[in-house]
């Protein structure tokens, strides 16, 4: 089955504690990207990658960094989380950059930070 | 830069009446528009999108949008709405130079009642 996948679903931790979450996804796609969806604001784009080893910040990107080593995986790493980074966060990904709209998202991980 | 706005937080409808969602948007080139739907708990799907040709364009569910040039609007619509269309709608854009950004609405709830 076709699918992006995110792990941890949900996650609660502290100030400081460096936390990683993990996005797999199994269609060959180029583009992978990260947001966030906060009440009232909507999605916010935090990173995003054209291709393995292209990478560039979206429009939140402070707090936040990634790596894409391997097509499939684009995992999101929060080096120093604050309590301003509870949010929801998505991944989602499509076939090629130029296609960029039509995009799959994972289920979503839920992050408190405490 | 591109921008979209959902004027409405959240929009209720009785079983079986026609609905629209609204969205309007402002970009520099031409418009990529798009919308996506998330059920509680789950990832974004895309339900339709206008690239060019047809302003009316259908997508998945029964759920079509119509593209207005001059009101730069995309409202998304429906003939007939179902209590499992509840749900958070979210309007998307993209101009046709930005490729690698998708901008995305601050949401919309639809409340369908029985």
């Known amino acids: 089955e076709a699918q992006v996948t995110q792990n941890p679903r949900y996650l609660i931790t502290v100030t400081g504690k460096k936390l990683t979450v993990t996005c797999s996804q199994n269609?060959?796609?180029?583009?992978m990207s990260w947001y966030r969806q906060d009440p009232g604001l909507g999605l916010r784009q935090i990173y995003y990658?054209?291709?393995?080893?292209?990478?560039d910040k979206g429009d939140v990107p402070e707090g936040y960094k990634v790596s894409r080593k391997e097509k499939r995986n684009f995992p999101l790493i929060l080096e120093s989380p604050s309590p301003n980074q509870t949010s929801l966060y998505f991944c989602?990904?499509?076939?090629?950059?130029?296609?960029?709209?039509?995009?799959?998202f994972g289920e979503g991980s839920r992050l408190t930070v405490l | 830069a591109q921008s979209v706005a959902q004027p409405e937080d959240q929009v209720n409808v009785a079983e079986g009446n026609p609905l629209t969602v609204k969205c309007t948007y402002s970009?520099?080139?031409?418009?990529?528009l798009f919308w996506y739907v998330q059920y509680p708990n789950r990832g974004l799907q895309f339900l339709l999108k206008?690239?060019?040709?047809?302003?009316l364009v259908k997508g998945s569910y029964g759920f079509e949008a119509e593209f207005n040039k001059s009101q730069t609007s995309f409202h998304l619509k429906k003939p007939s709405a179902l209590v499992s269309d509840s749900a958070l709608y979210f309007c998307?854009?993209?101009?046709?130079?930005?490729?690698?950004?998708?901008?995305f609405g601050t949401g919309t709830r639809l409340l369908v009642s029985p």
């Open positions: 989602a990904s499509s076939p090629t950059s130029a296609n960029t709209g039509e995009l799959f």
């Open positions: 206008y690239i060019t040709g047809d302003n």
């Open positions: 970009v520099s080139g031409n418009p990529y």
């Open positions: 990658s054209m291709n393995v080893e292209v990478t």
């Open positions: 269609m060959n796609h180029e583009y």
């Open positions: 998307a854009v993209r101009d046709d130079t930005g490729f690698q950004k998708l901008v």
